[in-house]
C-alpha cells in the first residue's frame, strides 16, 4: 500500500551527494515528531560539517600565510641582530 503522498527532503552534502529522506504526509495531518526530529538532526548535521570543513580550510590557509610571514620576520630579525652584533663589535 502506497503512502497517500510523500515528501523528499533533499539534504546537500559537502561530498555533493543528495541523501533523501521520504515520510508520509496528508494535506490534513501533522509530521509525526520523531520524523521532524530526525530531518532537523540530519540537516543540522550536514550543515554542521561542511561549515567545520570551510573554518578547517580558512585555517589552514591562514597557517601558511603566517607560517610563510614569520620566516620573513624571522630572516630580517636575524639580519637586524647580526648588524646589532656587527654595531657592538665596533664599539
Known amino acids: 500500500m502506497a503512502p497517500e503522498w510523500e515528501v523528499a527532503v533533499y539534504l546537500r552534502v559537502s561530498t555533493h551527494r543528495c541523501i533523501t529522506d521520504q515520510w508520509s504526509l496528508h494535506a490534513g495531518l501533522m509530521v509525526s515528531p520523531h520524523m521532524l526530529m530526525y530531518a532537523l538532526f540530519l540537516g543540522l548535521f550536514c550543515l554542521s560539517t ?42
Open 50 to 91: 561542511s561549515v567545520i570543513r570551510v573554518v578547517s580550510r580558512k585555517k589552514n590557509k591562514q597557517k601558511i600565510i603566517n607560517r610563510e610571514i614569520g620566516e620573513k620576520m624571522n630572516e630580517n630579525g636575524n639580519a637586524i641582530k647580526r648588524n646589532k652584533d656587527k654595531r657592538n663589535e665596533k664599539q
